[in-house]
């Protein structure tokens, strides 16, 4: 696996310039995504989480961006370098450039929200944590797009069967987009795990299937067998993902992206329940009248 090269013919993003107030060049997170596809294979966990949770890249030491990459703080500074910066503080302050030009202003914590606060100033871990998930939510409202939502809603209706592959946290999440389409009748099946039987229904993929692939950060190497299987066989695919330079996520042809940004020590997955739960209504709404008997009788048992 190659490693990322320092670029010889352009400069990374630099500071904004106090006599002209401008920026010399592009943007970090297009900077990285230029080079992402040159990264070796830990350096693209660190360049995924910094494009996709860049307040967080921005406001956080190296060693806290490398535990949420789930790398070492020693590839964090290395890919840092590799991109032109002398080191990871250079790479941070091109974050928190970009991140002041996008929200307008920054807060101590890179928190920025127009509403008024959930909590007081003071607040303690539990009430940081609603608050990140909050924001989490808004966000993934605000940038997920309404055509690629239609596109997956009518893609479920649509398939002869659906398959959801998700695998360690993403499993529940997987097995719980199967239980509400379910309730509506719907044939869905789960890959949660390499077993045979598991296996066995990769197998049965073919056109009239729709292999939706949930993962966060690197996908699981079963959830990427999975897209590939799907898209050789000409089946339908959509991913779930919280990385948008996910493998994942480029082996789909529907893309639903969501914000997992969270202060404690595992990725904060809110947003990717509220999106679930978002989908299942979608596809209930196409023909409620239909779906409602089929609920009844489940409520009846």
Same mark, same amino acid.
């Given at each position: /696996? ?6 010889? +013919? ?22 990285? &995504? ?40 020693? +590839? ?19 974050? &928190? ?12 914590? !890179? ?19 609603? +608050? ?9 409202? &605000? ?7 239609? #596109? ?29 389409? /379910? ?29 939706? !692939? ?23 695919? #959509? ?12 082996? #789909? ?13 595992? &990725? ?34």
């Amino acid at each position: /696996m190659k490693r990322v090269a320092a670029p010889i +013919t352009e400069r990374p993003p630099a500071r904004r310039s106090a006599s002209s107030g401008t920026s010399e060049h592009q943007s970090l997170s297009k900077y990285i &995504r230029a080079r992402y596809e040159d990264c070796s294979r830990s350096q693209k966990d660190v360049a995924q989480y910094i494009v996709d949770h860049l307040d967080e890249a921005a406001f956080q030491t190296a060693e806290e961006l490398a535990r949420r990459a789930n790398t070492s703080s020693s +590839t964090v500074v290395r890919f840092s370098q590799a991109l032109g910066f002398e080191g990871f503080p250079e790479l941070q302050a091109a974050a &928190r450039e970009e991140y002041r030009r996008v929200h307008g202003k920054a807060g101590p914590n !890179g928190a920025v929200s127009e509403s008024t606060p959930l909590f007081s100033l003071d607040q303690n871990e539990f009430e940081t944590a609603l +608050t990140a998930d909050h924001l989490n939510v808004e966000e993934t409202a &605000r940038k997920v797009s309404r055509s690629s939502v239609d #596109a997956l809603v009518e893609a479920i209706v649509a398939a002869e069967k659906v398959l959801v592959a998700g695998t360690d946290q993403m499993a529940f999440f997987a097995s719980y987009l199967r239980h509400l389409l /379910m309730l509506l009748d719907l044939r869905v099946d789960v890959v949660a795990s390499p077993s045979q039987e598991a296996l066995s229904r990769l197998g049965r993929i073919d056109e009239g299937t729709l292999v939706i !692939g949930l993962s966060a950060g690197r996908p699981h190497p079963l959830v990427v067998r999975a897209m590939k299987l799907a898209r050789h066989r000409k089946a339908h695919t #959509a991913a779930l993902t919280d990385a948008t330079l996910s493998e994942v996520a480029k082996l #789909a042809q529907i893309k639903l992206y969501y914000s997992s940004n969270s202060p404690a020590y595992v &990725r904060s997955h809110t947003a990717l329940l509220s999106l679930i739960q978002a989908l299942a209504y979608g596809v209930y709404a196409q023909d409620s009248a239909q779906y409602d008997d089929r609920i009844k009788a489940f409520r009846l048992k």
